[in-house]
């Protein structure tokens, strides 16, 4: 299993990001697969998550920091999850993770930045 992200970047409050975790392994169309974050200082948040079987498999939920402003979603032929992050606020700082599953002890990739600033 591995899980690699990318997107993240500095951008102006108000700007708009979109995360990718391209993923080997497994499949991610019928995985749960979460978005984590980590703010300087700050234990790491669930941010969202997109289930992957049960009776959940294809909803998603997201905390409610960030509820209505960011989307996830898994692409089956690239095998990726994204983050799209809109109306960003400098308070959304901090290192995201892809988590495969719903714990960030699990899977996890290495992280990538994002700045809002």
């Known amino acids: 299993v591995q899980l690699v992200e990318s997107g993240g970047g500095l951008v102006q409050p108000g700007g708009s990001l979109k995360l990718s975790c391209t993923a080997s392994g497994f499949p991610v169309v019928s995985s749960t697969m979460s978005w984590f974050r980590q703010a300087p200082g700050k234990g790491l948040e669930r941010v969202s998550t997109?289930?992957?079987?049960?009776?959940?498999?294809?909803?998603?939920d997201y905390a409610n920091s960030v509820k209505g402003r960011f989307t996830i979603s898994r692409d089956s032929a690239k095998n990726t999850a994204y983050l799209q992050l809109n109306s960003l606020k400098t308070d959304d700082t901090a290192m995201y993770y892809c988590v495969k599953g719903l714990n960030a002890g699990d899977y996890r990739g290495q992280g990538t930045q994002v700045t809002v600033s």
């Open positions: 997109i289930y992957g079987g049960g009776f959940r498999a294809g909803t998603s």
